[in-house]
């Protein structure tokens, strides 16, 4: 029962942790596509790699608290998962 639990939670922590990072890049894409106006220039739109790196910097830049919270999230989910997995062993050579 403890073991299945805890699958459940590192399963939910790993979806929890990639949802932000599918968004971002989602919306990387939309700017590479469609374009995007960098501020500080004039009114013309950029494409492609430009436009990408310009909307995931910005998102990077005022977003600093949030990725660092991801950050922190990342590392407690990867710790877990470290966990789950020797607890796994340790109670599949028990048995």
């Known amino acids: 029962m ?3 639990v805890l ?3 590192d399963v939910c ?3 929890i942790t990639i949802i932000p990072v599918i968004l971002l890049l989602a919306e990387c894409f939309n700017s590479a596509v469609n374009g995007v106006i960098p501020w500080g220039e004039d009114s013309t739109f950029i494409y492609g790699i430009p ?3 310009n909307t995931l910097g910005v998102y990077l ?3 600093f608290v949030l990725v660092v919270l991801w950050a922190m999230l990342f590392l ?3 710790g877990f998962t470290v966990f789950t ?3 796994t062993k340790k109670k599949k050579a028990d048995s």
């Open 13 to 15: 922590l790993i979806i």
């Open 51 to 53: 436009a990408f790196f």
């Open 2 to 4: 403890k073991k299945s």
């Open 61 to 63: 830049v005022y977003g």
């Open 85 to 87: 997995v020797v607890f």
């Open 7 to 9: 699958i459940s939670a």
């Open 76 to 78: 407690v989910t990867t």
